[in-house]
C-alpha cells in the first residue's frame, strides 16, 4: 500500500502541473463558451450535512458568476464512494463536478475493491474550506490540557474509551493519528453517526470524541463537555481561547477540506475559469464570513495546490490507517 500510495502522489501531482501545457487558442474558446447549460454538482452524502452546505453555498456563487445553474444532486452511500463513482463514469466536459471531501483520501487505504482510483479519475479543480475537529472530553476526565491528558492515559492504558461517528471516519482517524502520535492506548467506541456520539459523551458512557465543532459548541458552552483543542494546525476562529494539538503534539494536524472535483480528462481551460471563479467566491466577504461562522478557513490556490492536498492526506491516511490496523465491517 505504502508504495502504491507514493507512485500515485507522484502521477498525481505531475498530472496537475503537466496540464499547462496545452495549447492555449482552443483554451480560450472552450474557456469562453463554457458553460452553455446547467452543471451538476454531486454531492456523495446525504442532504443537510456540512458536505451539502459547502456545495450549495459554491452552486449559487457559481450560478450567479457564470449564468448557468449549478445544481447541488445528493448521492449518498458506500462511504462516497457511489457519487464519486458516478463523476468518474460521467463525461469529461466540466458539466458534472464532484464535491471533494476528506473521505475521498482516506478511502484509499480502506477500501480495497473499488471501480476508480481517485487519484488517477478525479482531476483537481479547486479547494474550497478546511475545517478542524475538537478534542471533546466528559468532565469527568480529569485532564483539562493535552499534556495533562497524555500524562492521564498513560497512567490508565486502555481504560479511556474513544468514541467515533463511525469506524474509519474523519472522527476515527484523526484520533488514531493522536494515539500514533502521543504513543497513548485508547478502545475506540464507533457509533453510527456524531449525534449518539454526543448523547452517550454528555452521558459519561464514553470519554473522548474528535468531534466537529459546530455540534459541539453548545454542549462546551454549558459545561457538558469540555474542549481540549481543536486539530487544525494553528487555533479556530470559532474557539479562539482552545488551543490546537499541535501546540503540544508538533505536526499533528487533522481537519476535514471541501473543494471541486471533475472527471480525468475536462478541458484544462475549464478547471481554470471553474478554480479562478472559486476563488473569486473564497475572496467575497459574505463566503467568508460563512466559512469562519463554520470554524472553518478558506482554502484557496491552483488546481496544482489542491492536487497537493489531497496527495499529502491520501499518504497521511494510508499510515494511520495501516499503523492502526483499521478495517471496515
Known sequence: ???????SRRRFLY???????LPAMPRIATAQSYPAR??????????????????RLMAQWLSERLGQQFIVEN???????????????APADGYTLLLVNTANTSNAALYDKRNFNFIRDIAPVAGIDREPYVMLVHPSVPAKTIPEFIAYAKANPDKIDMASAGNGT???ISGELFKMMTGINM????????????????AGQVHVYFGIPASALGHVGTGKLRALAVTSASRSHALPDVPAIGEFVPGYEATIFYGLGAPRNTP???????????NAGLSDPKIKSWLVDAGGVSFSGSPADFAKLIADETEKWAKVIKFAGVKLE
Do not use: C, Q, W
Request: charged share 20%.
Open 268 to 278: 484544462t481551460e475549464i478547471i481554470d475559469r471553474l478554480n479562478k471563479e472559486v
Open 38 to 55: 446547467p452543471v451538476r454538482i454531486i454531492v456523495p452524502t446525504a442532504a443537510g450535512g456540512a458536505n451539502d452546505s459547502v456545495a
Open 187 to 202: 478502545t475506540h467506541v464507533p457509533y453510527r453517526g456524531g449525534a449518539p456520539v454526543l448523547t452517550d459523551l454528555i
Open 1 to 7: 500500500m505504502r508504495a502504491f500510495v507514493k507512485f
Open 15 to 21: 498530472l496537475a502541473a503537466s496540464a499547462a501545457a
Open 170 to 172: 474523519g472522527t476515527h
Open 75 to 89: 448521492r449518498p452511500g458506500g462511504g462516497n464512494i457511489i457519487g464519486t463513482e458516478a463523476v468518474v463514469r
